[in-house]
Nanobody
Framework: QVQLVESGGGLVQAGGSLRLSCAAS????????MGWYRQAPGKKRELVAH???????NYADSVLGRFTIWRDNANNTVFLQMNKLKPEDTAVYYC?????????WGQGTQVTVSS
């Protein structure tokens, strides 16, 4: 059973930083793409950032220049460093791993940014 386990969420003031981690139960090379999505109350889930098996990255315009995604292949973990956080970044953040037949999701971690 493939598992993705997120950690690192919490409450932070605007302008602060958090680092999210997503630990996979299998080699992350098994995933074509790994990414972070978020869902705020009353809104649809949206892509925050993703990284391919080859290391290429992509970011939502709203987080470009503030968030960084990278992968630790040796420890099967993907990270999301979030700097200069804004209240509008408040959401549940989900780790995603995409394979040819579908997607795997973590349980989510809450990020709350106070103004």
């Amino acid at each position: 059973q493939v598992q993705l386990v997120e950690s690192g969420g919490g409450l932070v003031q605007a302008g602060g930083s958090l680092r999210l981690s997503c630990a996979a139960s299998i080699s992350i090379f098994s995933f074509n793409v790994m990414g972070w999505y978020r869902q705020a109350p009353g809104k649809k889930r949206e892509l925050v950032a993703h990284i391919t098996a080859g290391g290429s990255t992509n970011y939502a315009d709203s987080v470009l220049g503030r968030f960084t995604i990278w992968r630790d292949n040796a420890n099967n973990t993907v990270f999301l460093q979030m700097n200069k956080l804004k209240p509008e970044d408040t959401a549940v953040y989900y780790c995603n791993g995409r394979v040819a037949v579908g997607d795997y999701w973590g349980q989510g971690t809450q990020v709350t940014v106070s103004s």
